[in-house]
């Protein structure tokens, strides 16, 4: 009964034949052809038709709140262990652009491109478990926003507008993680057309890109992604919606997530249109002082000896992270960044010759993110300085002669502009 109704609070169920002359329901349901009975919290309506029994469930009066519980229980103890963020070791390049884009997710996501082995995708997972909870409505497969119409699905939408009270649940920020051999149907949801033909109704099967909204959407060697996956991502991440077309039938819903993506550049470049979506650009190295790679291979291996012993020796530090990005995220909007440092960004990005706008927006915004996560309410050139680079090393054009590293050719630029 409970997979048949899920977490909604309206649910109809099929129609079954019965025998006119004895009915059998499961003994745990007591149904009388003339009224309504009451079964854990359910009220039943039935009603008898010439050869049939029709049972259609009229309100669902479940505890929301318990039953999320629960799952979230049982999904944390049941999911395999996760590698501490606060235990890897260097890459602080990395580690700040990830943190950066949970405090202000409308930076627009993270591309990370270095050598293989290098604990990209280790690093992108780790960061579950410092994910900050959001407000949802509960029950809804868009995880949609209930103070912000452009984050609704369009049901719960029509819902608030009518005035009814939608039920509320605090939830972590879902990581989706999209597998290169994902098919498109998978990906944008798919569109049930025997059911929308036989009964008129749209039944529609949300996707990856719906249970990414308001989350993060991970693509591991993204380069190596399908072009017609990469078109719907272009799509959706554009307009914030994804719409799916078929037999006639259009249905849209919000897909508002962080791309994150991650490869290694020896097995092929990334199309520039997905590319310049990703906010910013990380790039990872192997590390090559001794006796940091030995402090890497010997907490590895601690790890995969006992891994919820490791896990606890670092929950004090991982607590601390949260806390600030807590911190951090509510501190945002106070954040305020000079009129005359703005000026100073764009000009960097005008002698680059950095094409579009993406390039400013996003270096306003990771340059706040960073002041918030320091605890400062001011933004300094120091802050610009360290983000600059991330955010418009990947929008400079490519010149196969050029020798010098893009990242150290913003920094030049930028001391250049900022002196």
């Known amino acids: 009964m409970a997979s048949l109704l899920g977490t909604s609070s309206t649910a109809i169920l099929a129609c079954r ?13 007591s149904v009388q052809n003339h009224g309504k009975k009451c079964y854990g919290g359910i009220g039943f ?16 009066a479940t505890d929301i709140n318990s039953v999320e519980q629960a799952q979230k229980l049982a999904s944390k103890e049941s999911q395999r262990p996760v590698y501490p963020f606060a235990a890897i070791v260097g890459q602080d390049e990395m580690k700040l652009c990830l943190l950066l884009n949970v405090i202000d997710p409308k930076i627009g996501g993270v591309m990370i491109m270095g050598d293989r082995g290098t ?10 478990d410092l994910l900050p909870e959001i407000e949802v409505v509960a029950g809804d497969p868009y995880n949609s926003d209930p103070k912000d119409p452009e984050s609704m699905g369009v049901e719960v939408r029509e819902r608030v507008i009518k005035g009814e009270q939608v039920p509320v649940v605090s939830t972590k920020i879902n990581m989706v993680d999209l597998p290169l051999g994902a098919t498109e149907d998978r990906v944008c949801g798919t569109i049930d057309i025997e059911k929308a033909l036989t009964e008129g109704v749209k039944a529609f099967e949300p996707g990856l890109l719906a249970k990414a909204n308001r989350g993060i959407l991970y693509v591991d060697e993204v380069n190596l992604l399908d072009d017609h996956l990469v078109d719907v991502l272009l799509d959706s991440a554009a307009s914030g919606w994804n719409t799916v077309e078929r037999e006639g039938i259009s249905i849209s819903h919000p897909a508002r997530f962080i791309l994150i993506g991650s490869g290694n550049p020896e097995e092929g470049e990334l199309r520039p249109q997905l590319l310049d979506r990703f906010g910013m650009h990380a790039q990872v190295g192997t590390v090559r002082d001794a006796e940091l790679r030995v402090k ?29 990005i807590s911190s951090a995220r509510s501190n945002l909007s106070s954040v305020q960044i000079n009129q005359d440092l703005k000026v100073k960004i ?32 001011n933004v300094t050139a120091e802050d610009i300085a360290t983000v600059i680079p991330n955010c418009l090393r990947h929008r400079l054009r490519k010149d196969p002669l050029e020798s010098i590293d893009s990242g150290l050719l913003i920094i030049e630029k930028f001391y250049e502009v900022f002196s």
């Open 17 to 29: 034949r019965f025998s006119s002359s004895s009915p059998s329901f499961p003994p745990s349901i």
């Open 45 to 60: 309506q039935t009603k008898r038709g010439r050869s049939a029994w029709h049972l259609a469930v009229t309100n669902v």
């Open 119 to 128: 604990g990209k995708s280790t690093t992108v997972r780790s960061l579950v």
């Open 296 to 324: 890497i291979v010997e907490e590895r291996s601690r790890f995969d000896k006992d891994p919820k012993e490791f896990r606890d020796s670092y929950i004090a530090e991982q607590e601390k992270l949260q806390q600030q």
């Open 346 to 377: 764009s000009k960097v990005c005008a002698e680059l010759n950095v094409d579009g706008l993406r390039g400013d927006i996003v270096s306003n915004r990771a340059a706040k993110a960073l002041a918030a996560l320091k605890g400062r309410d």
